[in-house]
Each structure stands twice: as structure tokens, then as C-alpha cells.
């Protein structure tokens, strides 16, 4: 129980583990494990089969989206021809840093200015992408709180430009989750989920102290995967989310 509060799983699910342990038989922390690892495996989008393959990566402010897009801009990169694009028209210098990404990823970027409509530069990429064929679309967002209505209503806007080139809109509809954040994570998620259909998660910053346990409940109350764990700010710090794997790192 301690350990689990500890690791930032939260006190209702705490004890909706310590429940089920009750009951269970033999080792102990292997039970645990196991159980922690059921809760974490939701179905993954069974999507990304026709190109363009579209990600967008949403969350709140330092959450680590611009790094998660570089990431993915990069692991795409490794299999066919990928279209970067910044939809974040907030940030003073969001357009350099993507920049800077994209040369190290090796892929073609999209840029915006502060102050354009990010939906309009969405627009925009998505044309390029399906005339030039690209293979894969990588959309970063600004940084945003979720109780902010005017924001959220921003980041609908940017889907529905999305949904007129993919009638089921973004194939990985990403948020992004700081392991460091614990319980007020939870209420985010829930936010952005219900406003774009976000339908997988990765959690970033997991190579901090951070045990990132409240992801347990994001997942199994939202029903959604976390798809892949940020471990770092190069790259390539990028590693696919195994629940078995976490349920041991959280447990030691
Ligand atoms: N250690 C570590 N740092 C990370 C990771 N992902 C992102 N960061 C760092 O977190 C900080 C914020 O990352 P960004 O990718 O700029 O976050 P963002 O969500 O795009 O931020 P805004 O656009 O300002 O909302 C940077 O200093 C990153 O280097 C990770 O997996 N591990
Ligand atoms: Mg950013």
C-alpha cells in the first residue's frame, strides 16, 4: 500500500489494488505486479494503416510534447518520409525549437509564426502531406491548461481540420503526461480526452525519480494505452511502454 501511494498510484486505486491482493495466492509482489500490469493494458488504436499515418501530440504546458513529436518524427523517419509540423502559434521561439528538431530527426517541418491560427497551419501540412505522400505527419500543439475553454476549444478546431482529410481524425491522438505530475494528472487527462478523443498516452520524464504511478489510474479510467515512455531529452530517449515492465519499476 505504502509503496504504491508512494509511487504516486493515488488512494483509490491503492487500496483497489490492495483488494485484489487479498485474495491473491502465493508471492506476494509477483501478484502485485501482475495486477498493476493488468490495469495498465488497454487495447491499442488500431489505426495507422493508410498514409499518411497522422499523430498529433497534445497536453499541458512543459509537459514534453514538442520533445515527444521530435521523437516520433525520428522513429518514423526510420521507415518512410515524415512531415513535421508546428501547430503551436503561442510559443515566441516554438518555430525554432521545432527547427532544431527537425535537422536532428531528418525530417521536413512545417513551420507557423506566434500568432497564426494553428488550425490553418494544420491545414496547410495536411494538404502537403497527401499531395507529396508523405508517410507519416507529426503534429506538435501548444502547450495548454485544460481548464482553459478558449484553448481546448482551439485544439477541437485543429481536429476537425484534420477529420476533413481523416474522417476518424488523428490516427495517434497523443497526450502526453509528465511522470512527475502525480494525482492532478488524472483531471487533465479527463479534460482532453473528452474534448479530441485522445487515444493513447506516453508518458514523459520517466527517467527522473518520478515513478509515474498515477498513469495507472489515467489508463484503466480512461481506458487508454500508454504507447511509449519518454526517458530522456535526446532523441532517441524514447523506449514502447511495456506493462509488465512498468509494473516491476513502479513495485521496486
Ligand atoms: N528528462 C527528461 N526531460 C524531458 C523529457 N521530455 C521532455 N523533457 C524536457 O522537458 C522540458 C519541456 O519539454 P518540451 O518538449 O519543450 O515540452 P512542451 O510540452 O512542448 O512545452 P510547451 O510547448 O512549452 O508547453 C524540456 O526541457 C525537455 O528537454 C523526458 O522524457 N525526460
Ligand atoms: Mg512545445
Keep these: 500500500m505504502e509503496i504504491l501511494i508512494q509511487a504516486d498510484v493515488g488512494v483509490k486505486y491503492a487500496e483497489v489494488i490492495r483488494a485484489k491482493l487479498e485474495r491473491a495466492e502465493g508471492d506476494r509482489i509477483m501478484a502485485l ?15 495507422g494503416v493508410e498514409a499518411p499515418v497522422i499523430t ?10 514538442t520533445t515527444t513529436a521530435a521523437k ?3 522513429l518514423h523517419r526510420k521507415a518512410g518520409t515524415v512531415l513535421l509540423v508546428s501547430g503551436d502559434t503561442y510559443r515566441d521561439a516554438a518555430h525554432e525549437q521545432l527547427n532544431i528538431w527537425a535537422q536532428r530527426a531528418g525530417v521536413e517541418i512545417v513551420a507557423s509564426q506566434r ?7 494544420v491545414h496547410d501540412a495536411m494538404s502537403k502531406a497527401f499531395a507529396k505522400k508523405n508517410s507519416h505527419v507529426v503534429i506538435d500543439t501548444a502547450g495548454r491548461l485544460h481548464t482553459r475553454a478558449d484553448l ?21 491522438n497523443i497526450l502526453t503526461i509528465d511522470a512527475n505530475l502525480g494525482q492532478n494528472s488524472i483531471q487533465q487527462a479527463k479534460i482532453f480526452t473528452e474534448a479530441i ?19 495507472i489510474p489515467i489508463c484503466n479510467e480512461l481506458r487508454l494505452p500508454v504507447l511509449y515512455l519518454g526517458v ?16 516491476r519499476s513502479v513495485t521496486t
Design 56 to 65: 498529433m501530440v497534445s497536453g499541458v504546458n512543459g509537459s514534453g510534447k
Design 232 to 247: 530522456g531529452e535526446g532523441i532517441e530517449d524514447i523506449v514502447e511502454f511495456d506493462p509488465e515492465d512498468f509494473a
Design 115 to 121: 500568432g497564426q491560427d494553428a488550425a490553418a497551419v
Design 72 to 74: 516520433l518524427a525520428n
Design 152 to 172: 481546448m476549444e482551439e485544439l477541437k478546431k485543429i481536429v476537425r481540420v484534420i477529420i476533413k482529410f481523416r474522417p476518424d481524425g488523428p490516427d495517434y
Design 197 to 215: 478523443a485522445v487515444n493513447g498516452l506516453v508518458l514523459t520524464k520517466f527517467d527522473g525519480t518520478a515513478k509515474g504511478g498515477a498513469i
Design 33 to 47: 505486479r501482475e495486477e498493476i500490469a493488468s490495469l495498465l493494458s488497454q487495447p491499442r488504436p488500431s489505426r
